[in-house]
């Protein structure tokens, strides 16, 4: 027997009782940043087992407040934690739109709308970045658009890798900058190139690539940073260019981080020399605030290399005898088949506030750097780790018992300890999130990036103040 048809599950005052949840615990500022608890406690508040049989609506209603109430508010202005915070809620909006409409990003007929709109918005970044033509696609996440690059970079130098696998190939050298991500080293292994090919170099003051071809290296790739994920510092372009065009390297420029500053007039010299690049890496969802994922790969090419370089031709969904123009069906671009519509937030946010009101966005957050500087200037205790370039802000607080103890023996020692502790406290608590890390010669120190729309000086002051208290007695 056919079951009988039964109303929809979710009403609309599921939905309702829905969006007030997100009120509660996700828009609003009252809220703490976290709500902390130990895995074995969570694990049992949450009731994560699957059971044979559904449960009743409101008792979902109660998952779905348990999800939000512990789950991380990284929209809160005093969530400093990661290089995206804040929200944006025309881009919110186009997150929800995306989901009900469940389609894939790869042919004209499955998403007529999105092929046409991420052309668009690639063009438009792509002339930011000072190319009037080029290619490019959407990827999920900064990793997967470095390794594009990686790879694009490795088919136009030997076009036979895609037949005849890594045999058919000498050994390859990748150059990078000692402060960049580690998707380059990721990309390296996962490409078969591998981590010991991969060249660390100072790319700072005097720039000299050697040309790495003992023991039979030819060097491909060179791999600069706009925006490194600790500091926040930026490669020189213009020198990296010129030696990647005297020697024939595919230049990457992975502005994951610091590729917003194009938007803005007085901050765009950071990035200097970037249309020199053969590619670039753009992660909106970071300081553009589109919301997780919004990555792309940026490429000049106008020989349709990224195509050539990762297409399998797949008959079912790439028919070339379509009734419409089947170079709209731009999922050959991509290593993935399905791939989900990571455009239509980022458009329909640029549409609201327009490219004006994002340059004020990117200003505004090293208007907040500034003056988050001025005010750990003023204060006790509180040590840059060098003048910001951007919007990180790294830091060493130095609680009562170690002032002008910087010379015994078991002070870098003992200092190590500060950062991991007040941030166990801070969360725990609840008020607030910033990052810690080791880096080079430097014991943990703090990193606070800032640029939430919502964040205001009295946040700034208040994790400041928090800072003092929790690490008063350390």
């Known amino acids: 027997m056919i079951a009988k048809l039964t109303r929809p599950y979710y009403t609309r005052t599921t939905f309702n009782s829905f969006h007030r949840i997100l009120q509660k615990h996700i828009y609003l500022k009252s809220a703490d940043v976290c709500e902390w608890r ?182 491909f790739f060179v791999h600069a940073t706009s925006g490194t994920t600790v500091q926040g510092a930026f490669d020189p372009l213009e020198p990296i260019a010129d030696i990647c065009d005297r020697q024939g390297l595919w230049m990457h420029v992975d502005a994951a981080w610091g590729g917003s500053v194009l938007f803005s007039k007085e901050h765009k010299h950071l990035m200097r020399g970037v249309e020199r690049a053969d590619s670039v890496t753009w992660n909106p969802h970071k300081m553009m605030l589109t919301g997780l994922q919004c990555s792309a790969i940026l490429l000049k090419d106008t020989t349709h290399l990224l195509k050539h370089c990762h297409s399998a031709d797949a008959k079912y969904l790439f028919q070339q005898d379509k009734f419409y123009d089947t170079s709209l069906d731009t999922g050959d671009k991509s290593i993935q088949c399905g791939r989900k519509v990571d455009c239509l937030k980022l458009w329909l946010m640029w549409k609201a506030v327009g490219s004006k009101g994002l340059e004020e966005r990117v200003d505004r957050a090293f208007t907040h750097t500034r003056y988050l500087v001025e005010e750990m200037k003023r204060r006790e205790g509180f040590e840059l780790i060098g003048k910001p370039l951007f919007v990180n802000v790294c830091f060493w607080f130095i609680p009562p018992s170690l002032r002008g103890k910087e010379n015994s023996p078991d002070y870098n020692d003992r200092l190590s300890k500060v950062a991991p502790v007040i941030k166990e406290r801070m969360m725990k608590q609840g008020t607030m999130m910033l990052g810690y890390q080791p880096q080079g010669g430097r014991v943990n120190f703090f990193r606070m990036i800032v640029i939430s729309p919502q964040l205001s000086h009295q946040d700034m002051t208040f994790c400041l103040n928090e800072i003092e208290r929790l690490g008063s007695d350390l």
């Open 38 to 219: 130990e895995p074995e406690e969570l694990a049992a508040l949450l009731d994560l087992e699957l059971r044979e049989n559904g449960e009743p609506q409101h008792q979902l209603l109660q998952r779905i407040r348990d999800v939000a109430k512990y789950s991380v508010k990284t929209n809160h202005p005093r969530f400093f934690n990661q290089l995206f915070a804040g929200v944006d809620y025309h881009a919110l909006t186009g997150r929800f739109l995306t989901e009900a409409l469940n389609t894939s990003q790869y042919t004209y007929e499955v998403a007529p709308v999105f092929v046409l709109m991420e052309d668009e918005v690639l063009s438009k970044l792509r002339s930011l970045v000072g190319w009037a033509e080029g290619d490019g696609i959407f990827c999920p996440g900064g990793t997967m658009s470095n390794m594009y690059a990686m790879n694009v970079a490795r088919y136009r130098a030997f076009p036979e890798v895609k037949l005849k696998g890594m045999w058919s190939l000498p050994r390859l050298a990748v150059f990078t900058s000692q402060q960049s991500h580690y998707s380059v080293m990721k990309a390296a292994a996962f490409q078969g190139i591998g981590t010991e090919n991969v060249q660390q170099v100072e790319m700072q003051g005097h720039l000299s690539l050697p040309l790495f071809t003992y023991q039979g290296a030819v060097p």
